[in-house]
């Protein structure tokens, strides 16, 4: 759709290339000799945040290529677990390495409530209300 109506801000929004495939897009690009990020040329279909979970099993390719990354989120990892546990607080995390193994969606936390898990739950209890 190329104009729509911004419901929150009151405002119609012009999305010129929303209908466009891939190819369309490449060849715009190449016809007007647009700078890509070189990431694209090592065959990555998404630029962004590395690790970011929108990338799925990407992420693992991510923090090969940039294992200074995957310290970093290790590092992060570590001091939210360092503050948690100066705050008398428990989790199911035992350190940063099984937070990054959660966050990589490698190992479940025991108990851990899934989406599908949510839906049954709100569908269960919205008959008590």
Same mark, same amino acid.
């Given at each position: 759709?190329?104009? @729509?109506?911004?419901?929150? +801000?009151?405002?119609?929004?012009?999305?010129?290339? %929303?209908? =466009?495939?891939?190819?369309?897009?490449?060849?715009?690009?190449?016809?007007?000799?647009?700078? %890509?990020?070189?990431?694209?040329?090592?065959?990555?279909?998404? %630029?962004?945040?590395?690790?970011?979970?929108?990338?799925?099993?990407?992420?693992?390719?991510?923090?090969?290529?940039?294992?200074?990354? +995957? *310290?970093?989120?290790? *590092?992060?990892?570590?001091?939210?677990?360092?503050?948690?546990?100066?705050?008398?607080?428990?989790?199911?995390?035992?350190?940063? @390495?099984? %937070?990054?193994? =959660? =966050?990589?969606?490698?190992?479940?936390? @025991?108990?851990?409530?899934?989406?599908?898990?949510?839906?049954?739950? *709100?569908?269960?209890?919205?008959?008590?209300?």
């Amino acid at each position: 759709m190329l104009f @729509e109506t911004c419901t929150i +801000k009151g405002k119609r929004i012009c999305n010129p290339i %929303v209908d =466009w495939l891939d190819r369309d897009i490449w060849d715009y690009i190449q016809s007007e000799r647009i700078p %890509v990020n070189l990431l694209y040329e090592w065959g990555f279909h998404r %630029v962004g945040c590395i690790g970011c979970p929108m990338a799925a099993k990407n992420r693992w390719t991510e923090f090969r290529i940039f294992p200074s990354y +995957k *310290r970093a989120y290790l *590092r992060a990892f570590g001091m939210m677990m360092t503050s948690i546990q100066e705050q008398g607080i428990t989790t199911r995390w035992k350190d940063a @390495e099984d %937070v990054f193994a =959660w =966050w990589m969606e490698d190992k479940n936390t @025991e108990g851990q409530i899934s989406l599908s898990d949510l839906e049954l739950w *709100r569908a269960e209890n919205e008959k008590w209300e």
